[in-house]
């Protein structure tokens, strides 16, 4: 890869109050004195935000009336001179002035994650930290964006770090006994099994802490299911808080299952409406129907059973609830709702056991007057998103890592095996060489440019 200066938008191509762009390189005051004039140039100075009118370089056409910071090297992201420009967020504007700041000589377009790339090769973060950027970027969910701040901000690092400098040490004077070898007899190593031993241990410790970013970016799915007429659809848009879905008093009202998006505190998460499940298909339509329902009950990661709270003979709380019970004999809810709180003027709504929710497997919702929507909304947040037990868990993500760590592993296996072998120390010294290389290639201390090219370009343009 050059060494040009590059360019590319920070913000994604669509409308918004402000976009934003970035270039890196030598060329940046050049850049700066083409857009802005020679006066702007002189006078930069860096971090401090600059008002000035963009204009093309090539014709003098004003592109823009922006905001712009310069940040001297090495004090900026990717530790090389770099301006940021604020356009207006128009499509338009980020085009034009894309094509004018590539037109100036030197600077060309940037590829996928070139900018943390280049942080990495001058030493701004290792390659942990910036394998954590795409993290912190993608995170789905509020754990596994702590997850990931905390490996920006270098927690596995320290870790790989502390490894490697025991290892190192051990290195060091297992170096030292092989030149003194012919004088000792038997070098005693039971002292230094323990050592591996516990080296052994962190590295484990940190392999069994994976978790595949496939697994990881999955939206956790809620799904809605019951009897038709129930309130499933009625639930869905008040807990979205819009008319989404089509919701009437003819049972059967939904036919396909309807999926949208929710926010709770914890992250984002898949909401599915289905068909209403009958004991008896009307028609083939609604079989068809119920077919599908039952289908995506099976991906559900939560399975929440709507019972109509106004249909129920007697309106008793044990009666709806044993009713929920006999509708649910094949498909196990994991938790139930228990609709129209408003419309029943019964025991179940009043019921001071119903009421204290959380710790209950059921809850009086009413989607009219919105009662229990709130509670409804921090059970399925505590059931999708599990907290982990510590807050200052760490896991790794990225399977290169997960690579170095399985073959430090396995070298320090090795190493242990000979030990019980009374090896030559020669030996031993050469296992732990590739134990040692095995750890400083997950920071990055030794990589490769194939390493680098695979990493990078899973980023997007612009970071
Ligand atoms: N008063 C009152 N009526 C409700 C409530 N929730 C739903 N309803 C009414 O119950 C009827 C059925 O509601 P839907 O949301 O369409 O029921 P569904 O479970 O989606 O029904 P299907 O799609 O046919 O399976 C409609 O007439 C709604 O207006 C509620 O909380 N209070
Ligand atoms: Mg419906």
Redesign the pocket.
């Known amino acids: 890869m050059d060494s040009l200066t590059i360019v590319a938008p920070m913000t994604p191509m669509g409308v918004s109050a402000v976009a934003a762009l970035r270039v890196s390189g030598t060329h940046v005051r050049d850049v700066v004195r083409r857009l802005f004039g020679a006066r702007a140039a002189e006078n930069l100075v860096p971090r401090m935000a600059n008002l000035g009118t963009a204009r093309d370089p090539q014709t003098g056409k004003v592109l823009d009336s922006l905001l712009y910071i310069y940040f001297e090297a090495p004090n900026s992201y990717t530790g090389e001179d770099v301006l940021e420009v604020y356009p207006h967020g128009n499509p338009l504007i980020v085009r034009d002035l894309l094509q004018a700041i590539r037109s100036i000589e030197g600077v060309r377009l940037a590829e996928p994650g070139e900018y943390t790339r280049r942080a990495f090769l001058n030493g701004k973060m290792d390659l942990t930290q910036a394998e954590s950027v795409a993290d912190v970027i993608h995170s789905a969910n509020r754990a596994e964006l702590e997850n990931a701040h905390r490996l920006l901000s270098g927690a596995l690092s320290k870790k790989i770090a502390t490894l490697t400098a025991l290892v190192k040490d051990i290195s060091a004077r297992l170096e030292l006994d092989v030149d003194f070898a012919e004088e000792e007899a038997d070098p005693d190593f039971s002292g230094w099994k323990q050592k591996f031993e516990n080296i052994r241990e962190s590295i484990k410790g940190i392999l069994n802490s994976f978790r595949g970013k496939a697994n990881l970016s999955r939206l956790p799915l809620a799904v809605l299911y019951?009897?038709?007429?129930?309130?499933?659809?009625?639930?869905v848009n008040?807990l979205l808080g819009e008319d989404r879905v089509?919701?009437?008093?003819?049972?059967?009202?939904?036919r396909d299952f309807v999926e949208v998006r929710l926010f709770l505190d914890g992250g984002e998460i898949r909401l599915i409406?289905t068909?209403?499940i009958a004991d008896k298909a009307t028609d083939e339509l609604d079989a068809l129907s119920m077919k599908k329902s039952r289908e995506i009950l099976d991906e559900a990661d939560m399975k929440i059973l709507?019972v109509d709270g106004?249909n129920s003979a007697g309106n008793k709380e044990g009666v709806i609830l044993s009713e929920a019970q006999a509708e649910s004999k094949d498909l196990k809810p994991d938790f139930v709702v228990v609709?129209?709180?408003?419309?029943a003027a019964n025991v179940i709504a009043r019921s001071e056991a119903t009421k204290q929710s959380l710790d209950t497997s059921h809850l009086n919702?009413?989607?009219?007057?919105g009662e229990g929507l709130d509670d409804l909304k921090k059970v399925m947040n505590a059931i999708l998103f599990k907290k982990s037990e510590n807050a200052e868990d760490l896991w790794i993500t990225s399977e290169r890592e997960k690579s170095c760590l399985e073959e430090a592993l396995a070298g320090v296996d090795r190493v242990l095996d000979l030990l019980e072998k009374n090896p030559a120390v020669e030996l031993l010294a050469f296992e732990m060489q590739l134990v040692r290389r095995a750890l400083q290639s997950i920071t990055g201390e030794i990589s490769s440019e194939d390493i680098l090219q695979s990493i990078f370009a899973g980023f997007c343009i612009g970071k």
């Open positions: 019951g009897a038709p007429n129930a309130g499933k659809s009625s639930l008040a089509l919701v009437s008093n003819v049972p059967g009202t939904t409406d068909a209403g709507v106004n609709s129209k709180s408003d419309l919702v009413s989607s009219k007057t």
